[in-house]
C-alpha cells in the first residue's frame, strides 16, 4: 500500500498562486499513476490533473489547463501542483491520490487505490 501525504495548501488572494506538494512512500514501485482531485463545499469530487509516473504525461481538467501544472520529482517520491492565476472558484480541498492502474491517467477517482487527508486551499475575491 502507498501511502500519500499532501502539504501546501492555504489562503491567496485571486490572481495569487499557490503550490501543492505529496509525498509519497511505502510500495511505491507499483504506482503508475498519480493525481490531484478537488472537492469544493456541497459539491463532488472531481478531477484536476494526473501525471503518469515515469514517463511525466500529463492530463488536465478543462478548467485548470493553462493555469495549474502538475509535476513530480521521482527520486523524492513527489508530486506537485503549481497553481497559478487562482479564481475564487478554485477554493477547495485538495486531495492527493495514487493508482497503479493506467487508466487513472484519464482522472476517474474509481481508479486510485491511495489517497491523503486533503490539504484546504481557499481563494479569496
Known amino acids: 500500500q502507498v501511502q500519500v501525504v499532501e502539504s501546501g495548501g492555504g489562503l491567496v488572494q485571486a490572481g495569487g498562486s499557490l503550490r501543492l506538494s505529496c509525498a509519497a512512500s511505502?510500495?511505491?514501485?507499483?504506482?503508475?499513476?498519480m493525481g490531484w482531485f478537488r472537492q469544493a463545499p456541497g459539491k463532488e469530487r472531481e478531477f484536476a490533473a494526473t501525471?503518469?509516473?515515469?514517463?511525466?504525461?500529463?492530463h488536465y481538467q478543462d478548467s485548470v489547463k493553462g493555469r495549474f501544472t502538475i509535476s513530480r520529482d521521482i527520486a523524492k517520491n513527489t508530486m506537485y501542483l503549481q497553481m497559478n492565476s487562482l479564481k475564487p472558484e478554485d477554493t477547495a480541498v485538495y486531495y492527493c491520490?495514487?493508482?497503479?492502474?493506467?487508466?487513472?491517467?484519464?482522472?476517474?477517482?474509481?481508479?486510485?487505490?491511495?489517497w491523503g487527508q486533503g490539504t484546504q486551499v481557499t481563494v479569496s475575491s
Open positions: 511505502g510500495r511505491t514501485d507499483g504506482t503508475e499513476v
Open positions: 491520490a495514487a493508482s497503479t492502474a493506467l487508466m487513472a491517467s484519464y482522472g476517474g477517482t474509481s481508479f486510485f487505490d491511495s
Open positions: 501525471i503518469h509516473w515515469s514517463s511525466g504525461y500529463t
